[in-house]
């Protein structure tokens, strides 16, 4: 079965620090997504990705964050200078096709800002 | 009002139990509805779409009532294998697939 594939699994960095999330979607799927999950807390979507911009983003996704999809394959997220309430579970997703279904999580990164 | 709102529980039911969990909605313009499982610490993983006439997947029937907003599921015959966190999910009303969710209620099934 297709995989959304994330890496890396775990991150450290310090605070101020620059991160870069990395994601492989499923080839075929046309629609990109980053979520994060908070320990504790619930599921709360960042961005979306269509067409080579951005289609929608959250309050959460603000002038610290980016998104690319530099070379067709990968799709990264970008925190520019990481603060500790960056700290979370960051899930990238992809969907092929305008309905709402068919929707692939990845395994997550895991980042720790100390 | 919280755009998603579920009982976080947890739910604590014996082998063999049958278990419902609910949830309200608050944005009328959601399209599509699902129920996801997640496991600690993992990624939410889609366990069931959720259409107003109700559908059925072996022990697990979801039900949507659009005119209150609200969606159920029923999980029967609980297996220790059910423990986990059941999200609620909706789309939002753009038309960009964003998905919404809800807290979350954990169930533990208990032998």
């Known amino acids: 079965e297709p995989e959304v594939t994330q890496t890396p699994s775990h991150q450290v960095t310090q605070m101020g620090q620059e991160v870069i999330l990395r994601c492989v979607p499923i080839?075929?799927?046309?629609?990109f997504y980053w979520y994060r999950q908070i320990l504790g807390q619930k599921v709360e979507f960042l961005v979306s990705?269509?067409?080579?911009?951005?289609?929608?983003k959250s309050e959460i996704f603000d002038d610290q964050f980016s998104v690319e999809r530099p070379d067709g394959s990968n799709f990264t997220l970008k925190i520019r200078s990481t603060k500790l309430e960056d700290s979370a579970m960051y899930f990238c997703a992809s969907k092929p096709r305008t309905t709402n279904y068919g929707y692939t999580f990845g395994s997550g990164t895991r980042l720790t800002v100390v | 009002r919280k755009e998603v709102e579920q009982d976080p529980g947890p739910f604590n039911v014996p082998e063999g139990a049958t278990v419902a969990f609910n949830c309200t909605y608050s944005?009328?313009?959601?399209?599509?509805f699902f129920w996801y499982r997640q496991d600690c610490r993992k990624e939410p993983k889609l366990l069931m779409s959720?259409?107003?006439s109700g559908n059925e997947d072996g022990r697990f029937t979801a039900q949507l009532n659009r005119a209150s907003q609200y969606i159920s599921l029923l999980i029967r015959d609980s297996k220790l294998s059910d423990s986990a966190t059941y999200l609620c999910v909706v789309t939002g009303s753009s038309n960009t697939g964003k998905l919404i969710f809800g807290q979350g209620t954990t169930l533990q099934v208990k032998p």
């Open positions: 944005n009328s313009a959601s399209q599509s």
């Open positions: 080839s075929n799927h046309l629609y």
């Open positions: 959720v259409y107003s």
């Open positions: 990705f269509y067409n080579n911009e951005i289609s929608e």
